[in-house]
């Protein structure tokens, strides 16, 4: 069965890294992905990475895989008040998409 | 190259009531899917339609229901509603060729009393 957990609350100073960290549990997943929700919206896919990567970049997003331990991360490089947000782990299955609880970001002036 | 839409944006029902939310698929994309929010949880997986059928179904009762038009878009039909039903329903297309990229709208509220 497919269970995807994170960490509930982060808060970062503006300028720094934020590190938003998922574990998940269907080894059979093809994709992992990571989206972004702002208030009252829906949800803004982010990046996502292969399951046979490592490592993904995008500009200031870089995407971790362990696939071994079943750990997905994500990083967001001089981080900004509008990086404010609930960041969605998800991985797919079939057709479907399973999701974590969320992780609120808080960035701090 | 307008996104995914939904409509209505807002909507408040009385329990026992039925519901249709509707769904326009971004431009290209032929498959639609559903699913629901509730209040500080992540998304669950309602079903999925392609090629007018339902191809995919969660964890959800026969009250819940879709349909997927011609033109790609869809619907959710919601019976006998229930308080536990409010919730945010969002609804996300992709490519049958190139699944793996879902691509969400705004959502529905749906508030049940």
């Known amino acids: 069965g497919e269970d995807v957990e994170q960490s509930l609350f982060l808060s970062v100073r503006e300028g720094d890294s934020s590190v938003i960290n998922c574990t998940y549990t269907d080894s059979s997943s093809t994709y992992l992905y990571w989206y972004k929700q702002e208030p009252g919206a829906g949800l803004q896919l982010l990046t996502y990475i292969f399951s046979n990567m490592d490592m993904k970049q995008d500009q200031r997003l870089t995407v971790l895989l362990n696939k071994k331990d079943k750990h997905l991360s994500l990083r967001i490089a001089d981080t900004q008040t509008g990086d404010s947000a609930i960041y969605f782990c998800?991985?797919?299955?079939?057709?479907?998409?399973?999701f974590g609880a969320g992780t609120t970001v808080t960035v701090r002036a | 190259d307008a996104g995914v839409t939904q409509s209505p944006t807002h909507l408040i029902k009385t329990r026992g009531q039925q519901v249709t939310l509707r769904c326009s698929p971004k431009s290209g994309h032929d498959t639609v899917s559903w699913y629901q929010q509730a209040l500080g949880q992540g998304p669950q997986f309602i079903f999925q339609?392609?090629?007018?059928?339902?191809?995919q179904r969660g964890n959800f009762p026969d009250r819940f229901s879709g349909h997927q038009f011609p033109n790609y878009s869809s619907e959710l039909n919601v019976n006998a509603l229930l308080l536990g039903d409010s919730a945010l329903y969002l609804c996300?297309?992709?490519?049958?060729?190139?699944?793996?990229?879902?691509?969400f709208g705004p959502g529905t509220r749906l508030t049940v009393t």
């Open positions: 998800a991985e797919s299955n079939d057709y479907k998409l399973s």
């Open positions: 339609y392609y090629e007018e059928e339902e191809r």
């Open positions: 996300a297309s992709s490519s049958d060729v190139g699944s793996y990229e879902q691509y």
